[in-house]
């Protein structure tokens, strides 16, 4: 058992790595593994044919049936003269079906529960394993099947886009099929995230003669023809440019009647532009943020922006928000207070000591929910530190971690609020996760931005506190037990051991 769990944990951590380190489609995000990562991530792959299921004896239970290997794909060094091989069985036992199955820990081996293939998806997986692991040829092999009549391969295609580098997709241009893809963007059956990849394809191989198309789909007051938005604006913008910041402006930054699932695809778009484009320079980029200080009740979506991109001209503007804060866009003060500790200026620490005198408290959240990877403690105005205590101040710690002193405190804040979902700098696949409303993204405002400002040293400032070893191993031990519990029933659930029978 521990072996399974080793190699269960050593599959799901490399997994891992692999999507958090690939830079991907910038809109798009992997509905599950492709075949091509599950096979290489473990020790056996076979294509097999059913030749013996008995009954199904429960609703829905698995049941050990043996199947006929007719293809090594993976392992054959393991499998030697292994003819059939037995592995739990969901469904009607129809004889002569034909599965991939993976198998693991070559000593004793497990399969995995068939995946059942049609003749062609069993070309498919034949040629997948084929390809190179990178380059243009592996792309233009899956553009094929993007939309496939086989709903299994067009979305292990689309997955493959989905995972693959941006870059990937401009080497592709010469060889994209624009009008398919507008073919695809039209229609309002396809699945968002599906949209946002051909939005994102085409915001590659299109041209000024798709603006018409694009600026009917943004004026649009069809719900359906806004699905995958955020890629839509983002393309839209790609391909006119800054000319095209005035039409986003009117329609959703600038008007306060625009939903605020569609202001926030706007911030979106402009987001990536700002980070991972060069289309449009920032400074006019940042001048159609600065249209949301006029919507005080969403300006905290952007505040980390301004930060990041180290546009400072809103500090005073940001200071009166603070103040005039009520009910409404109370959210609005733990963003600034963010913002004044990285703003250089020597008036931004003035500030940060006439705020906290006004509402200590967002001093204390903007501590304890968004804490610098290197983070002290304000000076008053009468030069005592404020207590460490108070401010709850913590060196080197992940965003978003409380130590283990604090969650009694802070629970009735956040015992109903969701995770954000606004994405850090860099992170391209956060701009194709679905449309949300605030109150799964913030509590009160706190967490809309968790992810925002990070990694940079505080210049406001003053010295370096560190965090205790009791919050380190409750912060650490937590997830990896949490995690090894996890593991315990994955494996108990997808994986039966050939040997023994499945109950």
Request: glycine residues 6%.
């Amino acid at each position: 058992m521990l072996t399974r769990l080793v190699i269960l944990c050593g599959a799901l951590v490399s997994t891992a790595a692999l999507l958090t380190n690939a830079l991907a489609c910038p809109f798009c995000a992997a509905v599950s593994q492709t075949f091509s990562q599950e096979i290489e991530s473990m020790d056996a792959a076979v294509i097999a044919k059913l030749v013996e299921a008995p009954e199904v004896t429960a609703e829905g239970a698995g049941v050990e049936a043996t199947f006929e290997i007719t293809q090594v794909l993976k392992g054959k060094e393991h499998l030697g003269d292994t003819k059939s091989i037995k592995s739990l069985y969901y469904g009607e036992g129809r004889k002569g079906r034909e599965f991939l199955i993976l198998g693991t820990e070559p000593e004793n081996m497990m399969w995995s529960t068939p995946t059942l293939l049609t003749d062609r998806g069993v070309k498919y997986v034949n040629q997948v394993i084929k390809l190179p692991a990178t380059g243009n040829d592996r792309y233009v092999f899956f553009q094929d099947y993007l939309e496939d009549e086989d709903e299994m391969l067009a979305r292990d295609a689309y997955d493959e886009f989905a995972n693959a580098p941006y870059s990937a997709l401009f080497e592709l241009k010469p060889k994209m099929k624009h009008d398919q893809l507008v073919e695809w963007i039209e229609n309002p059956d396809i699945a968002a995230n599906r949209r946002r990849l051909y939005f994102t394809m085409l915001g590659v191989c299109g041209t000024k003669a798709d603006l018409p198309l694009l600026e009917k789909m943004l004026n649009s007051d069809e719900r359906a023809s806004k699905s995958g938005l955020d890629a839509m604006i983002g393309c839209y913008l790609t391909l006119a440019g800054a000319d095209g910041l005035p039409l986003i402006e009117k329609l959703y930054l600038a008007n306060k009647e625009a939903e605020y699932a569609d202001t926030y695809a706007a911030i979106m778009a402009l987001r990536f532009h700002g980070t991972e484009t060069d289309v449009i320079e920032k400074d006019r980029l940042l001048k159609s943020l600065h249209l949301m200080l006029d919507r005080p009740s969403l300006a905290d979506l952007v505040i980390a922006d301004f930060a990041r991109w180290e546009d400072w001209s809103v500090m005073d503007k940001l200071v009166k928000l603070f103040k005039e804060a009520d009910e409404e866009t109370s959210w609005v003060r733990v963003p600034v207070i963010r913002y004044l500790m990285a703003c250089p200026k020597p008036e931004a620490k003035d500030y940060l000591v006439e705020l906290e005198k006004i509402d200590p408290d967002a001093m204390k959240r903007a501590q304890t929910f968004f804490p610098f990877q290197s983070q002290a403690v304000p000076t008053r105005a009468d030069g005592d530190k404020m207590k460490e205590e108070t401010l709850l101040a913590m060196a080197e710690v992940d965003d978003n971690q409380l130590p283990p002193e604090l969650e009694e405190n802070v629970s009735q804040q956040t015992e109903n609020a969701a995770p954000s979902e606004t994405p850090k700098t860099g992170e391209q696949t956060a701009m194709a996760k679905p449309q949300v409303t605030r109150d799964e993204i913030s509590t009160d405002g706190d967490r809309a931005l968790a992810a925002a400002i990070t990694g940079g040293a505080t210049t406001n400032l003053d010295q370096t506190s560190t965090v205790g070893l009791l919050q380190r191993v409750f912060s650490t031990s937590i997830p990896i037990v949490v995690t090894f519990v996890l593991m315990l029933a994955i494996s108990g659930i997808l994986w039966n051991p050939g040997n023994k029978t499945s109950l």
